[in-house]
C-alpha cells in the first residue's frame, strides 16, 4: 500500500516538474507575444495599450474620440483635422474612463473630448474582461478602482470578477487559448503587422470587415422593452464628465445613428427612458454638449444592423465635420 502511494507521488512530482515550464513558457508566451496570437478584435486593444504606453506614437492630438466599434467603424478620422480615435468593439464607459486617464498621463490634454455610447453599452458589458483586461489595458489598480464603485447589488461583471481578473493576470490558459489556436501560435505576425500599419495610417481606427452595401436586419437595442442602466457603467460615465469639466476639455456626446429598420421598431418606452437618462447629465453638465438625441439613417448606408458601411461612413463623418469641426 505504502508502495502504491509513493510511486504515486513520484509520478505526480514528476508531472509537476514538467507542467511548471510548460506553463511559465506560456505565461511568457502570452506576456510578450499578442502580435503573434490575438485576433483582429484583441489586437486593437492592444495597439490602444501600447499606444497610451508610447510604444506606437500618437499624433499631436486636439480631438479624442472616444466610443465602441459603432465609431470605430462610422467615422473617417483622417476626414477630421486634429482627431484620434481610441473606439474600440464593446467599449463601455468604463474602458473609456481609463483610456481617457491613461492617455492625460503621456500625452497633452486633447481640446475636445468625442464620446459617442450605444445604450447598449451604457446597459451592459461586453469587452471588458475578454479584451480590456485580457490585453492588460486595466490594471490592477484599476481594477480595485471599479470593484470599489461596484455596489454588492451590481452584476454588470459577473460572478466572481476578482478571481477571473486574478486568473487573467496568470494568463489563464482557458482565457486566450481560442486565439492562439486561430493564429496556430505563429501564425499571425504577418496580418497584425499590417493591421497595426492600417491603425497607425487611420488615426487610430480599425478595419471592421464584412460590411455589406446595405442592411435593413434590426439591431441589438431591438430587443430591450425598457432602458436599464448599469450602475457602474453609469457611474463611469459621470467620471468622464467630470474629468473633462475638471480639466477644461470640450465635451460631446452625441449619437451614432441606427438604422431605419432598427429605428422604426424601437420600443417606444425605451427610447423615453434613454432620452429622460441622458437629459438629466445634460442639465447637470450645462457646459459640456451632451446630446439626448436617437435618429437613423437610411438602411443603404449600413454594412450590417449597427455599423456604418462606407457611404454612411463619409456621410456621418461630413455631419460631424459641419455641425462641430468647421
Same mark, same amino acid.
Given at each position: ?28 508566451? !502570452?506576456?510578450?507575444?499578442?502580435? &503573434? ?11 490602444? %495599450?501600447? =499606444?497610451?504606453?508610447?510604444? +506606437? ?7 479624442? /474620440? ?6 470605430? *467603424?462610422? !467615422? ?5 483635422? #486634429?482627431? +484620434?480615435?481610441?473606439? @474600440? #468593439?464593446? *467599449? ?14 503621456? +500625452? ?32 490592477? =489598480?484599476?481594477? %480595485? ?22 486568473? $487573467?493576470?496568470?494568463? &489563464?490558459?482557458?482565457? &486566450? ?18 493591421? !497595426? ?12 470587415? #464584412? ?23 453609469? @457611474? ?6 467630470? /474629468? ?17 429598420? =432598427? ?11 434613454? %432620452? ?8 447637470? &453638465?450645462?457646459?459640456? !454638449?451632451?446630446?439626448?438625441?436617437? $435618429? ?13 458601411? @462606407? ?11 459641419? %455641425?462641430?469641426?468647421?
Amino acid at each position: 500500500m505504502f508502495d502504491k502511494i509513493n510511486a504515486l507521488k513520484k509520478i505526480a512530482f514528476k508531472a509537476l516538474l514538467l507542467v511548471i515550464p510548460l506553463y511559465v513558457l506560456w505565461f511568457l508566451y !502570452i506576456r510578450y507575444m499578442p502580435i &503573434y496570437y490575438n485576433r483582429p478584435n484583441e489586437l486593437h486593444w492592444f495597439f490602444i %495599450k501600447k =499606444s497610451l504606453e508610447k510604444e +506606437y506614437r500618437i499624433p499631436e492630438t486636439d480631438i479624442l /474620440f472616444l466610443g465602441e466599434s459603432r465609431v470605430n *467603424a462610422g !467615422i473617417d478620422f483622417t476626414e477630421i483635422e #486634429g482627431s +484620434y480615435s481610441f473606439a @474600440a #468593439g464593446g *467599449a463601455t464607459p468604463v474602458e473609456m474612463y481609463y483610456i481617457l486617464k491613461k492617455y492625460s498621463e503621456n +500625452y497633452p490634454l486633447p481640446d475636445t473630448v468625442f464620446m459617442s455610447i450605444s445604450p447598449r453599452f451604457l446597459s451592459e458589458t461586453y469587452a471588458f474582461f475578454p479584451y480590456a483586461v485580457a490585453q492588460k489595458l486595466i490594471n490592477q =489598480s484599476d481594477f %480595485k478602482d471599479i470593484i470599489s464603485h461596484s455596489n454588492k447589488h451590481d452584476t454588470i461583471l459577473g460572478k466572481n470578477p476578482e478571481l477571473k481578473f486574478f486568473l $487573467y493576470q496568470l494568463n &489563464y490558459f482557458e482565457y &486566450y487559448q481560442s486565439n492562439v489556436l486561430y493564429n496556430y501560435v505563429f501564425k499571425g505576425y504577418k496580418s497584425n503587422t499590417r493591421l !497595426i500599419d492600417y491603425m497607425i495610417l487611420n488615426k487610430g481606427a480599425s478595419l471592421h470587415p #464584412g460590411l455589406k452595401d446595405s442592411c435593413s436586419e434590426l439591431n441589438y437595442e431591438t430587443n430591450y422593452l425598457s432602458f436599464k442602466p448599469a450602475p457602474l457603467l453609469t @457611474a463611469y460615465f459621470e467620471k468622464i464628465l467630470i /474629468f473633462c469639466k475638471r480639466n477644461d476639455i470640450f465635451l460631446i456626446f452625441d449619437f451614432m445613428p441606427f438604422n431605419e429598420s =432598427s429605428f422604426n421598431v424601437m420600443n417606444k418606452n425605451f427610447i423615453s427612458e434613454y %432620452k429622460t437618462y441622458i437629459n438629466a447629465f445634460a442639465r447637470q &453638465y450645462p457646459e459640456l !454638449i451632451i446630446s439626448d438625441t436617437l $435618429y437613423c439613417y437610411p438602411d443603404i448606408f449600413f454594412g450590417d444592423e449597427s455599423h456604418l458601411n @462606407a457611404k454612411g461612413k463619409e456621410k456621418f463623418t461630413e455631419y460631424l465635420n459641419l %455641425k462641430y469641426f468647421n
